[in-house]
C-alpha cells in the first residue's frame, strides 16, 4: 500500500500538471469539483479497491476533461458565467448591499472572513470594493 501511495503521488503531480494551474489555483466550484473527484478516483488505486491501470486512465480522463472546460471557460464568456458565476458588486463607497448577499447566499461575516484572508485587515476604510459571485447572471 505504501508503494502505491508513492507511486499514485507521482501519477498525480503528473495529472495535476496535465489539468493545469486552475486546479488549485482559482478555487472555483469546477476546480473543487476535479479537486475531489480526482481524489475520491485516484484513492482507489492506493486502497487497491479498482485495477491500478483503470484508476489511472480515468485520473487522465478526469484532467483533460478539466483542462478541456478551462479552456473552453477562456474562450467563452458566456458559458464562464454559467459555470463560474457572475462577478457581483457587495461593497463599494463603504457600504455594504445586503440584497446583493441574499441574492448571493452569503454573510457579512463570510464576506469579512474573505476580507481578513485576502486584505489582512478588518479595517474596511482600506477596502475600495469588494465583489461575490452570482448563481445567475443577472445585469447589475
Known sequence: MAARSVVIFVITLVLLRISGRRSFGLRTPLDNIISIILG???SRAIVGASPFISVVV???ALALI???I???LVKNDLLARKVEGARMLLFADGKFD????KRALISKELVMQ???KTALTENL???????????RDHRD
Request: aromatic share 10%; charged share 40%; no cysteine.
Open 40 to 42: 475520491a478516483v485516484l
Open 58 to 60: 480515468s485520473g487522465l
Open 66 to 68: 478539466h483542462r478541456g
Open 70 to 72: 478551462g479552456w473552453l
Open 98 to 101: 445586503e440584497r446583493k448577499w
Open 114 to 116: 474573505g476580507v481578513r
Open 125 to 135: 476604510d482600506k477596502i475600495d470594493k469588494i465583489y461575490g459571485k452570482k448563481r
